[in-house]
């Protein structure tokens, strides 16, 4: 079976998809893709996955072409109705729409770049959670995490935790190789999920829907309201609620986070808070590449957005909606801008760009710390990303 995964609106969640496909996402436990893996594996089903994206992403991120194959929708998440139905009742060149928005289709790339296909049915009934903005990365995660904790944790027996934890509800899963102690876990809010290897230092208190992912460490005294993701090797410390760290990035120190989002490779600098809420209680406006201006988001709590291998110098404060690009690096007085562009060196008017080579430098190092290469792959995009972003930064 082979699976290509196609993007709408692809723009709509920049920057975080700058360096990725949209089904790279981490939406809850799992990225969108690793969802559809899960039910793959479950159901005994042999595919290929590719993506049909950027051309400047193919080499990390490669289109697999065969004369049948199961294009599908980046920002819809399955569930056991809808893969069915793709997998047992979608026949060769049908497709199921939600309205006018294409949600999947058996066909040849041929068919699929001509719109060659029967349409099956235009409103499916099966209770679908799609992504349809970039805050819904932390403004749903709380359902995402309630469907990712079911789907991982079905069937199968958590390990014990130890007797030095207070425990509010059962809803707790426990990986193998996890390390958790004189915590206190309150999942009668939501799930907790706590993956392989991860850990949960002393005098943390969890309020769940937490996805705690595989080597992820929340350190000592930490405090966590749901609903929030912390990726795999990611290390946070402080008070967080509603957000959503995409894996490999640092928030290690006190400070705040509240609904918001942090791509890849993020580092958060010692005392960093960031606001969520405006003081006239009004709804926040965040920066919008599709438009190139400040577009309402229709939510009254909305943090910062950042997008991988940004990072910010002690005690900054970010304003509320705030967006930083790729590989930015932010620091000095007062408030930095709302819209911080893709390397940007100071994130204030006077700011400068952060070249090239001294940014693979700094990547470099990072990464190797999670014993991770820099690839070529990855500078070729980064490369890219820097002269599609130069605009902004002009």
């Known amino acids: 079976m082979n699976i290509i995964f196609f993007e709408i609106n692809r723009n709509d969640f920049l920057p975080l998809v700058f360096t990725k496909p949209i089904a790279k996402l981490r939406f809850g436990i799992l990225t969108i893709e690793e969802k559809w893996m899960h039910y793959l594996y479950r159901a005994k089903i042999s595919s290929d996955i590719s993506y049909l994206t950027e051309k400047y992403l193919s080499g990390k991120f490669p289109f697999l072409d065969q004369p049948e194959n199961y294009f599908i929708n980046s920002r819809y998440c ?17 497709a199921i729409y939600e309205g006018e928005e294409l949600i999947a289709v058996r066909c040849s790339k041929e068919q699929f770049e001509k719109a060659d296909f029967y349409i099956k049915d235009y409103n499916p009934s099966f209770n679908r959670l799609k992504l349809e903005k970039i805050t819904d990365l932390f403004s749903k995660n709380d359902q995402a995490i309630k469907d990712d904790f079911e789907l991982l944790t079905k069937g199968r027996e958590s390990q014990t935790l130890s007797l030095t934890n207070t425990m509010i509800g059962d809803a707790v899963f426990v990986e193998e190789g996890a390390k958790v102690e004189a915590a206190v876990l309150n999942s009668s809010t939501g799930p907790i999920y706590i993956g392989k290897d991860a850990e949960i230092m002393e005098g943390t208190v969890v309020r769940g829907p937490l996805a705690l992912c595989e080597g992820a460490t929340l350190k000592l005294s930490t405090k966590i309201y749901g609903a ?13 609620t509603n957000s959503n760290i995409q894996g490999f990035s640092n928030k290690g120190h006190d400070g705040f986070l509240g609904n918001s989002i942090l791509g890849e490779w993020c580092n958060l600098g010692a005392d960093t808070n960031n606001s969520n809420l405006k003081n006239n209680y009004s709804e926040v406006k965040i920066w919008n590449y599709s438009t190139n201006q400040l577009e309402n988001t229709g939510l009254q709590f909305c943090g910062l957005i950042m997008g991988d291998h940004s ?3 002690i005690n900054t404060m970010f304003n509320t909606g705030t967006v930083v690009g790729v590989s930015a690096n932010i620091f000095g007085g007062g408030f930095p801008n709302k819209f911080i562009s893709s390397f940007t060196w100071g994130g204030f008017n006077d700011s ?13 190092k990072v990464m190797e710390r999670r014993h991770i290469d820099l690839s070529q792959d990855d500078k070729e995009i980064l490369s890219a990303v820097f002269e599609i972003t130069e605009k902004y930064r002009n």
């Not at 400068?352 to 470099?364: G, Y």
């Open 228 to 240: 929030t993701t912390v990726g795999p090797y990611s290390k946070v410390g402080g008070e967080v």
């Open 78 to 94: 399955p569930n056991s109705f809808l893969f069915e139905f793709i997998t047992e009742n979608l026949n060769l060149n049908e």
């Open 352 to 364: 400068s760009t952060f070249q090239l080579d001294k940014m693979f430098e700094v990547a470099q």
């Open 311 to 313: 990072k910010c110098g």
